[in-house]
T-cell receptor, first 115, second 112 residues
Framework: DGGITQSPKYLFRKEGQNVTLSCEQN?????MYWYRQDPGQGLRLIYY???????QKGDIAEGYSVSREKKESFPLTVTSAQKNPTAFYLC??????????????FGPGTRLLVL | SQQGEEDPQALSIQEGENATMNCSYK?????LQWYRQNSGRGLVHLIL?????REKHSGRLRVTLDTSKKSSSLLITASRAADTASYFC????????????FGKGITLSVRP
C-alpha cells in the first residue's frame, strides 16, 4: 500500500518539552514538506526538503527543526522555543521535476496539544 | 503575502445543486491547484490548472483560470452529501520552486 504515514495521530506536549512528529513515505518521492494548520486557517509551510541531507526553511520555521537522513523519512521536532505549538501538522511529498511534480500528496496529520 | 483568498468562506447547498467556489491571488503563478480536506484528515489533490490554460474538467469538477483577473473558480456539479468538506486553492508562484501557497479554505456543506 503506497502512501504517506504520520504518527502519532495525537501528541501531547508538556511545557519545555521537545516532541518529534514522524512522517514516512513509500512513494519514492524526492521532496517532502511540513505544514502547520490552525483552526479556520490555510496551511503554512514550516520546512521542506527536496533531496536527502538538505532542507530549507519555510514561512514559519522558528521553533521547529527537521532532518532528512533517508529519502523515506522527514521527522519534525517541535522544540520548547515554539511557544504556541497547538495545531494540526501535515506532512506531504511530491516528485521533483517532470509531469506531476507540482502535485503534493498528504499524510493524515498529527494533532499536537499542549498539556 | 502571496496567500490566495477563497470566496465564500462557507457555502451550504442542497444535494443535487451545483457549488461554485472562487479563489483570487496576488502575484503571477505557474499553476493553481484545488485540494479537498475532510474534517480532521489530510488534503487530497483534486485538480491542477496551468497558467496557460483557461479551463479543465475532471469528472464532476470544472476549474477555470483567468490570469488577467488573477482568479480561479471551482465548480462541483450535481453535488452529493459526500462532497461536504473544506476546499483549498493553492498556488505555485513564478520563481517559487514548486512551493505551494494555500488560501484559508472554503467550508462546503451539502444537505441530503
Amino acid at each position: 500500500d503506497g502512501g504517506i504515514t504520520q504518527s502519532p495521530k495525537y501528541l501531547f506536549r508538556k511545557e519545555g518539552q521537545n516532541v518529534t512528529l514522524s512522517c514516512e513515505q513509500n512513494l519514492n518521492h524526492d521532496a517532502m514538506y511540513w505544514y502547520r494548520q490552525d483552526p479556520g486557517q490555510g496551511l503554512r509551510l514550516i520546512y521542506y526538503s527536496q533531496i536527502v541531507n538538505d532542507f530549507q526553511k519555510g514561512d514559519i520555521a522558528e521553533g521547529y527543526s527537521v532532518s532528512r537522513e533517508k529519502k523515506e523519512s522527514f521527522p519534525l521536532t517541535v522544540t520548547s522555543a515554539q511557544k504556541n505549538p497547538t495545531a494540526f501538522y501535515l506532512c506531504a511529498s511530491s516528485i521533483m521535476g517532470g509531469a506531476g511534480a507540482e502535485t503534493q500528496y498528504f499524510g493524515p496529520g498529527t494533532r499536537l496539544l499542549v498539556l | 503575502s502571496q496567500q490566495g483568498e477563497e470566496d465564500p468562506q462557507a457555502l451550504s447547498i442542497q444535494e443535487g445543486e451545483n457549488a461554485t467556489m472562487n479563489c483570487s491571488y496576488k502575484t503571477s503563478i505557474n499553476n493553481l491547484q484545488w485540494y479537498r480536506q475532510n474534517s480532521g484528515r489530510g488534503l487530497v489533490h483534486l485538480i491542477l490548472i496551468r497558467s496557460n490554460e483557461r479551463e479543465k474538467h475532471s469528472g464532476r469538477l470544472r476549474v477555470t483560470l483567468d490570469t488577467s483577473k488573477k482568479s480561479s473558480s471551482l465548480l462541483i456539479t450535481a453535488s452529493r452529501a459526500a462532497d461536504t468538506a473544506s476546499y483549498f486553492c493553492a498556488t505555485v508562484h513564478t520563481g517559487a520552486n514548486s512551493k505551494l501557497t494555500f488560501g484559508k479554505g472554503i467550508t462546503l456543506s451539502v444537505r441530503p
